[in-house]
C-alpha cells in the first residue's frame, strides 16, 4: 500500500505513527523512505540519519554506546564515512577532527584538534591517506605557533621546516629511498642530533650512534639491515654503561648488563640466562629468564622499584598464568595470559576482596562471569557476549533485582523484580515502564524506558528512596522537557523547562518554606 502513496508529506506523516520495531521492516521495503526518511531505529542504535538499500548513505550521525555520545556528523556512502566529515572525542563531545572521508578513512584534507587539552586548538591541518598523515602537512604547538611544515608518509615526517616561537630553525633533510653512506638525522621539534652513522640502500648497515632528545648517548655499535646486530653498548640515561656485548637482530645475544651503580647484574649466552634489567635511576624493572634473547619462562615486573607482575612468558610476552599487582602491593588480578592479553579463567580483586571471577577471550570478557560488591556478596552472574551483549541476573542485598539480557550494561530484554520476588516490570529491547532501586533495596527510579535509557515521564527520589526530589520529562537519561524539583521537606523547589539535564528555559524558583523567590529566563542551569 505505501508504495501506491504518491505525496511524500503523507508517507512521512503516516510513518511517524508506526511502532519503532517495525520501521526497520517498512524501510527495507520501500524505496520512498530509504531516499527521503531520517530514521533512528533499534537496530541501528549508532547511527541516525538516511539510508538506502538498509544502509547510512547521505547525512548521518554516528554515537559512542547506545545513542549516548555524538562520535561523527558527516556524509556517508554505502555504510561508509564519505565525503566532509567531523570527529568528536567521547568526553565532553570536543572536536578532534574535520575534513574529508573516502571508504571510511581519513582522505584528503584535514584537520587535528586537542582531544585534552584547550577545546578547539589546532594541532595538525594537512593531507591524508587511508586514515593516515601522508603529503603535505602543518603541526602546531599548544599556543598556536607553527613548529613543523613539510611532507609525511604515514604519519612520519618525511622532510620539511621545523620552528620554534614561530620563527625557522633547520631543514629536516628527506632520507632517501637508497640512500647509501653516512647521514646525521636530527628531532624536528628541537634541533637535536637523534643519530648519526652510516646507511645502505636506506637502512641502517655499519656503525651508528643513537641520542636521546636532550643530546645524551644512549646506544653505540654495528647494524645490519636496519637492525643492531653485532657488537655495542647501551647507557642509562645519565651515560653510565647498561649493556655491554652482542646484537642479533635488535636482540641482546652475549654480554654483560650493569645496574646504575656499575655493578654486574647479568650475563647473557647465545640469548639465554636469567635476567635483570633496570629503570634510569636504579629502579628494578624486570628480573627472569631469557631464552633466544626474549623473555621465556618465569618472570617479574616492577614499576618504580615495586612488584607489578609476575608469571610466565614466551617469545617476550605474557604467556600462562600471571598475577598483577597494585603500587600498594596487593593483589588485584590473577589468571591467564595469551599473547599479552587476558585469555582464559581469571579473578579480579579490590581491597583485596574478590570483585569479579569469569571467562575472557583475547582480553575481552567474554563466556561465564560474577560480579561481586565491596563485601564480597554477589550482585551478578551470567554470560558475557559478543558486541556489548550480556545475559544474566542482577543482585541487591542478595536478592533477585533483574533477570534477563544487557546491551552495552543498560537492561534491554528482561524482568525487575522487587525486595519479596514479585515481577514489577519488563522490558523489550530497552522499552517499558522500569523501578529501579539502589544497593539498600530503596527506590531510585521509576517511569520510562525507550532503547534502555530514561525516556518519557519519570520521578527521581533522593538517597534511601523516602523523597522525592524530582518528577518530569526525560530524554536520553537526561532531564528534559517539563519538570518540578522538591526540598526535602517536600516543599516544591523549582517548575519549569530543562535541556540536558539543566535548568533551560522558563522557570520559578522557590525557597523550602514554598515562597516564590524568582520567575523568569535560565540558560543552561543559571538565570539569565
Excluded at 638525522?185 to 636532550?214: A, D, S
Excluded at 551470567?382 to 544474566?392: I, Q
Aim: glycine fraction near 16%.
Amino acid at each position: 500500500m505505501l508504495n501506491n502513496i504518491k505525496s511524500l508529506y503523507f508517507l512521512i506523516k503516516l510513518f511517524s505513527y508506526v511502532d519503532e520495531k517495525n520501521k526497520l521492516e517498512i524501510i527495507k521495503c520501500n524505496k520512498s523512505l530509504q531516499k527521503n526518511m531520517n530514521v533512528s531505529i533499534i537496530n541501528y542504535q549508532h547511527f541516525s540519519g538516511k539510508y538506502l538499500i538498509y544502509e547510512p548513505n547521505g547525512i548521518g550521525k554516528e554515537y559512542y554506546g547506545i545513542g549516548h555520545t555524538l562520535a561523527y556528523e558527516g556524509g556517508y556512502l554505502n555504510g561508509k564515512r564519505n565525503g566532509k566529515g567531523k570527529e568528536y572525542s567521547w568526553c565532553w563531545v570536543k572536536l578532534i577532527f574535520e575534513g574529508e572521508y573516502l571508504n571510511g578513512k581519513r582522505n584528503g584534507k584535514g584537520k587535528e584538534y586537542d582531544k585534552e587539552g584547550r577545546e578547539g586548538r589546532l594541532k595538525y591541518e594537512g593531507e591524508y591517506l587511508n586514515g593516515k598523515r601522508n603529503g603535505k602537512g602543518k603541526e602546531y604547538d599548544w599556543k598556536g605557533n607553527i613548529i613543523f611544515e613539510g611532507e609525511y608518509f604515514n604519519n612520519k615526517i618525511l622532510f620539511g621546516k621545523s620552528y620554534e616561537n614561530g620563527n625557522f630553525r633547520l631543514n629536516i633533510d628527506k632520507l632517501e629511498q637508497n640512500f647509501s653512506g653516512k647521514r646525521k638525522m636530527y628531532n624536528p621539534y628541537n634541533r637535536k642530533l637523534e643519530f648519526e652513522g652510516e646507511y645502505l640502500n636506506g637502512k641502517r648497515n655499519g656503525k651508528g650512534q643513537v641520542y636521546l632528545w636532550n643530546g645524551q648517548l644512549i646506544f653505540e655499535g654495528e647494524y645490519l639491515n636496519g637492525q643492531r646486530n653485532g657488537k655495542g653498548k647501551e647507557y642509562y640515561d645519565d651515560g653510565k654503561l647498561r649493556f655491554e656485548g652482542e646484537y642479533l637482530n635488535d636482540l641482546k645475544w652475549n654480554g654483560i648488563g650493569y645496574d646504575n651503580l656499575k655493578n654486574i647484574i647479568y650475563e647473557l649466552k647465545d640469548g639465554n640466562g636469567l635476567i635483570k634489567e633496570y629503570d634510569d635511576y636504579n629502579k628494578l624493572k624486570f628480573e627472569g629468564e631469557y631464552l633466544n634473547g626474549k623473555r621465556n619462562g618465569k618472570g617479574k615486573e616492577y614499576w618504580n622499584g615495586k612488584l607489578e607482575f609476575e608469571g610466565e612468558y614466551l617469545n617476550g610476552q605474557r604467556n600462562g598464568k600471571g598475577k598483577e599487582y597494585n603500587r600498594e602491593g596487593n593483589l588485584i588480578f590473577e589468571g591467564e595470559y595469551l599473547n599479552d592479553k587476558i585469555h582464559g579463567k581469571c579473578k579480579r580483586y579490590f581491597h583485596g576482596k574478590l570483585s569479579f571471577e569469569g571467562e575472557y577471550l583475547n582480553g575481552k570478557l567474554n563466556g561465564k562471569g560474577k560480579k561481586y560488591d565491596n563485601n564480597g556478596i554477589l550482585i551478578f552472574e551470567g554470560e558475557y557476549l559478543y558486541d556489548g551483549k550480556l545475559k544474566g541476573k542482577k543482585y541487591i542485598n542478595e536478592k533477585l533485582e533483574y533477570d534477563g539480557e544487557f546491551l552495552y550494561e543498560r537492561k534491554w530484554n528482561g524482568k525487575g523484580y522487587d525486595e519479596n520476588g514479585n515481577v514489577i516490570y519488563e522490558l523489550i529491547k530497552g522499552n517499558g515502564k522500569v523501578k529501579e532501586y539502589d544497593d539498600y533495596s530503596k527506590l531510585e527510579f521509576e517511569g520510562e524506558y525507550l532503547n534502555g535509557k530514561k525516556n518519557g515521564k519519570g520521578k527521581e527520589y533522593r538517597l534511601y528512596g523516602d523523597e522525592l526530589e524530582f518528577e518530569g520529562e526525560f530524554s536520553d537519561d537526561k532531564r528534559n522537557g517539563k519538570g518540578k524539583e522538591y526540598w526535602t521537606n517536600g516543599q516544591l523547589r523549582y517548575e519549569g523547562e530543562y535541556l540536558n539535564g539543566l535548568r533551560h528555559g522558563k522557570g520559578k524558583e522557590y525557597n523550602e518554606n514554598g515562597e516564590l523567590i524568582f520567575e523568569g529566563e535560565y540558560l543552561k542551569g543559571k538565570r539569565i
